[in-house]
């Protein structure tokens, strides 16, 4: 009987380890950078800062959209052979939020910077 006291402490014990850390090791992986740079392609290079989007009330989930954990990257569906492609979603997510929160860049050059 104490065998089996002592034998299920320990596994109890293990559980709760390996069930902190990973919940450490995801919170981890969740924090994003303050900014993310961007190949923008001929127009040049888009700066796009998280943490400005999360101090104006954005949520991760009205651009991650499909919520999951951990959050992928858009590339990851949004590839060239996709209904929408990475570029395309961009362009589309982006300034449609901008222009519906009247909020935020909505011309070319106000996101891509040369250099």
Request: glycine share 10%.
């Amino acid at each position: 009987m104490k065998k089996f006291l002592i034998a299920g402490f320990i596994l109890a014990t293990a559980t709760v380890i390996v069930f902190c850390l990973g919940a450490f090791i995801m919170a981890q992986e969740q924090t994003p950078p303050d900014s993310v740079t961007r190949e923008g392609g001929a127009l040049g290079k888009v700066v796009f800062s998280h943490k400005g989007h999360v101090e104006s009330g954005v949520t991760c989930k009205e651009c991650h959209h499909l919520g999951e954990t951990p959050v992928k990257k858009c590339e990851s569906c949004h590839t060239a052979d996709a209904k929408l492609d990475a570029k395309s979603a961009f362009h589309k997510n982006c300034i449609d939020c901008h222009k519906a929160k009247e909020k935020g860049p909505t011309g070319c050059m106000d996101c891509h910077k040369k250099g």
